[in-house]
């Protein structure tokens, strides 16, 4: 939940980048994730999710669009186990409907946290493409479904204005002895 601000930053017409930086400015140091009112929704630009230190996590897209791309990075100390057994610390999984829309991986994560957020890819004036995160209508809101499973709605960065159903993913996260 937004803190005791109750501003509805979607009525004013500022991407979701300023309207947080707008929200920063107003809020107290050191006061957690920052929150905002984006007209019925509550809307941030990453999730933190508290999970066991060892398990098993399986992220599901339900819903995308190819163009542009848009991915889903999860973020833990220890990382995921790749098939091929390489541990990676950032998991970025692209939507792509050419292939299966379930991947499944274990984790480690020692500080018993999971970092989630969106990442687009951004066509840049120069006609060069990157992917870029917390910019201009990047953001999501997230649909709990129980203590280890949610569902985000992302909007894209580039998008003309946000769309949280661009990519809709479910992640959900089962103990590991």
């Known amino acids: 939940m937004p803190d005791d601000d109750q501003t509805d930053y979607a009525a004013l017409g500022l991407s979701i980048q300023r ?3 707008r929200a920063a400015e107003k809020r ?7 929150r905002i009112r984006w007209g019925d ?29 848009h991915a889903v990075d999860l973020k833990m ?21 050419q292939y ?3 991947v499944e991986y274990d984790y480690t994560a020692r500080d ?8 687009s890819e951004v066509r ?15 953001g999501m809101w997230i649909e709990p479904i129980s203590t280890f499973e949610r569902i985000y709605h992302f909007s894209h960065a580039d998008s003309q204005a946000p ?15």
């Open 19 to 21: 309207a947080m930086v």
């Open 28 to 34: 107290r140091p050191n006061s957690g994730p920052i």
């Open 41 to 69: 929704k509550v809307i941030c630009t990453g999730d933190t999710v508290s999970v066991p230190e060892r398990g098993h996590l399986i992220l599901e897209f339900l819903k995308g669009l190819d163009s542009p791309r």
């Open 77 to 97: 100390t220890g990382g995921c186990v790749l098939k091929n057994g390489t541990v990676i610390p950032v998991l970025r999984t692209w939507f792509d409907s």
């Open 100 to 102: 299966e829309p379930v």
């Open 112 to 119: 018993r946290v999971i970092h989630v957020w969106n990442t």
């Open 124 to 138: 840049l004036t120069n006609g060069s493409v990157r992917a870029e995160y917390w910019t201009g209508n990047a």
């Open 163 to 177: 769309d949280f159903e661009s990519l809709v993913v479910k992640l959900s996260i089962f103990a590991r002895e």
